[in-house]
């Protein structure tokens, strides 16, 4: 069979698979199917294929050239088919990049390799997120993801003031997949206190007061569950995802403004909310935008705990996150901040909702 009519073959049996169209890939000129992955479910089997051909040739191998494939999922090229297959089951929700290489058969010469990057998004399963509207019209939500409970090492050892320890969640809790927006704010306070004004950014320049009164109007409207701040314990159990490393995705620097709204990304301002890449477990902002008010009295750890709440008096609370106005190390997944609770000046300040 000719090289022609075998690229044929290929493209037809794509076809026949579902596969959409292919389209040119960046590089090369190879050509790519699909233009864009459907989206996984935690929990659920997950299968799509990747089609790459040029005219003449077809594809005689595929590989990950670089980023990863999010968790409980793996990449195989199906030889016999001349195609690539993500498959598996997601364990945990989240966005991943990740480039794929191919090659026809023959030299790795110009024109017969190819890559491209997709984004592979794992959505939280149904039974893993809750949504709680703040309006009767039903048009403004806070979205909630679940957070089962467990075990971490809460700081890192050697950069922080106070000693890396192991604590251990009991609980689980909901916490809010971004931070309170502003329309999120108006809808439960009638205000708008941010310096940058716009709905869908954080609400900011506001104090822990503030944020106690909030909550108190969010618990008036909700059925079965209560609403607080996250205690800084929570707060960083969620934020790691799991991860040990400096940041919810590893310790390469490099990758933080895939994350975070900072110091050399912002603008120097907030940005609205869910617009970069979520930690493994769906939640967004963890890294950078605005500082978020936790529950505790900021102070000394006091060893191994379960279910600590920090101090129990003190003269100020507790910021994690870092801002818009911070440096990576800032942001990092253990680094806290304190301030007087009654403080409603920071630009760069807001909070997310845990409920129980």
């Not at 959409?20 to 960046?26: C, E, F, K, N, Q």
């Not at 320890?165 to 971004?178: E, G, N, Y």
């Not at 100020?316 to 190390?329: D, I, L, N, Y």
């Amino acid at each position: 069979m000719s090289r022609s009519r075998r690229a044929f073959v290929l493209l037809a049996a794509a076809a026949l698979t579902g596969c959409p169209s292919p389209t040119p890939g960046p590089h090369g000129d190879l050509v790519f199917s699909p233009a864009q992955l459907p989206e996984a479910t935690v929990g659920k089997p997950y299968s799509t294929f990747i089609v790459a051909s040029n005219a003449e040739t077809p594809v005689g191998d595929m590989k990950i050239a670089s980023g990863a494939l999010p968790a409980g999922l793996t990449f195989a090229f199906r030889e016999e088919e001349r195609r690539g297959e993500i498959s598996g089951t997601p364990t945990a929700a989240g966005r991943s990049p990740v480039t794929i290489e191919a090659w026809c058969y023959g030299t790795q010469r110009s024109g017969q390799t190819g890559r491209q990057t997709w984004e592979i998004v794992v959505q939280p399963s149904a039974s893993e997120t809750e949504a709680v509207f703040l309006d009767d019209a039903k048009t403004v939500r806070m979205d909630f993801v679940k957070v089962k409970a467990g075990t971490f090492t809460m700081g890192t050892k050697g950069e922080e003031k106070r000693e890396a320890r192991q604590v251990t969640l009991t609980k689980d809790f909901w916490l809010q997949t971004t931070e309170v927006t502003q329309a999120q704010w108006g809808a439960l306070m009638g205000t708008n206190p941010s310096a940058n004004q716009d709905p869908n950014c954080p609400v900011e320049r506001v104090s822990w007061d503030d944020c106690q009164a909030f909550v108190a109007k969010l618990n008036a409207r909700l059925k079965g569950k209560t609403a607080s701040l996250p205690t800084e314990a929570e707060w960083e159990y969620a934020c790691r995802a799991g991860s040990a490393a400096k940041w919810s995705f590893g310790d390469d620097p490099s990758r933080i403004t895939d994350h975070a709204w900072l110091a050399s990304n912002s603008g120097k301002k907030t940005q609205p909310v869910g617009k970069k890449l979520p930690n493994a477990w769906g939640l967004y902002d963890m890294h950078g935008n605005v500082w978020e008010w936790c529950q505790d009295w900021y102070g000394p750890y006091r060893g191994d705990e379960t279910d600590p709440a920090g101090p129990e008096e003190g003269v100020a609370r507790v910021w994690k996150g870092g801002s818009f106005t911070s440096e990576p190390t800032h942001a990092r997944s253990a680094h806290a901040l304190w301030c007087a609770p009654d403080w409603a000046k920071g630009m760069d300040t807001g909070f997310r909702v845990l409920m129980r």
